[in-house]
C-alpha cells in the first residue's frame, strides 16, 4: 500500500518571533536574523527533497517555503495559517499578564478563545481540513512526499491530535526552520484520521 510522506516545517524567525509577541495571524515577513538562520541551517543540515510543497498563505511561510525549495511548485493552504490570537495579536505576555481575560485564556479548553480570535477547537479542525485536503491533493496527483511549510502552534496540534504514538503537544514545538516527519496510507488516514510520526527534521 502507497505511504504518503510529510515534512512539517516551522517557518523562520519574523521581527514579533524576536520580541516575543504573539504573531498568529499578523502577516509579518520574515527578518534578517531569520532569514540568516535558514540559510544556515540549509548549510548544515539535508533538507528533504519532496515532490511538492504545501504552505500556510502568510508570508513569513510563503518565503520559507521558497528560500528551503526553491525548485519546487508551492500551494497555499488556507488552513494552515497560525491561530487568530484576537485581541492579544501583537502583545508580550508579560503586557497581558494582569489582564483578567487573558488569564482566563491560558487555563486552557478547547472552546476558550482569546477576545475576538479562535477557539482550540476550531484551530484542530482546520488542522484536520488541512491535511486532509493536502492528502487529497496528492493522491490526485500521485505524490508520495510533501513539505508543510506552517506554524509552530499548527504542527503542535496536527502531531499532538493526529499523530501515533499520542505525546502531549509541547514535545511537538518546532524551532524556526525544523519540525517532523509524518507518514499515513490512504486507509490509515480515512479511517481512523491518524499519522504516524517518524521523527524530527
Known amino acids: 500500500m502507497k505511504t504518503y510522506h510529510l515534512y512539517l516545517i516551522r517557518h523562520g524567525q519574523t521581527r514579533g518571533n524576536e520580541e516575543g509577541l504573539y504573531i498568529g495571524s499578523t502577516d509579518l515577513p520574515l527578518s534578517e536574523k531569520?532569514?540568516?538562520?535558514?540559510?544556515?541551517?540549509?548549510?548544515?543540515r539535508d533538507y528533504p527533497k519532496p515532490e511538492i510543497v504545501y504552505t500556510s498563505p502568510l508570508e513569513r511561510c510563503v518565503q520559507t517555503a521558497d528560500l528551503l525549495f526553491p525548485e519546487r511548485e508551492l500551494v497555499e493552504v488556507e488552513d494552515l495559517r497560525e491561530m487568530d490570537f484576537g485581541a492579544f495579536e501583537g502583545c508580550k505576555a508579560v503586557e497581558l499578564a494582569e489582564l483578567e481575560s487573558y488569564k482566563k485564556w491560558l487555563k486552557g479548553g478547547l472552546d476558550?478563545?482569546?477576545?475576538?480570535?479562535?477557539?482550540?477547537?476550531?484551530?484542530v479542525t482546520r488542522c484536520y481540513s488541512s491535511i486532509h485536503s493536502i492528502l487529497l491533493h496528492m493522491m490526485q496527483n500521485d505524490y508520495s512526499q510533501a513539505a508543510v511549510v506552517t506554524h509552530s502552534g499548527i504542527i503542535m496540534n496536527i502531531c499532538s491530535c493526529f499523530g501515533l504514538p499520542k505525546r502531549p503537544a509541547l514535545e511537538y514545538a518546532a524551532e524556526p526552520g525544523t519540525g517532523f516527519e509524518v507518514m499515513t496510507t490512504a486507509r490509515l488516514w480515512q479511517q481512523g484520521g491518524a499519522l504516524e510520526i517518524v521523527g524530527a527534521i
Open 34 to 44: 531569520g532569514r540568516a538562520e535558514l540559510e544556515r541551517l540549509m548549510t548544515e
Open 112 to 123: 476558550n478563545a482569546p477576545p475576538n480570535g479562535e477557539t482550540l477547537r476550531e484551530v
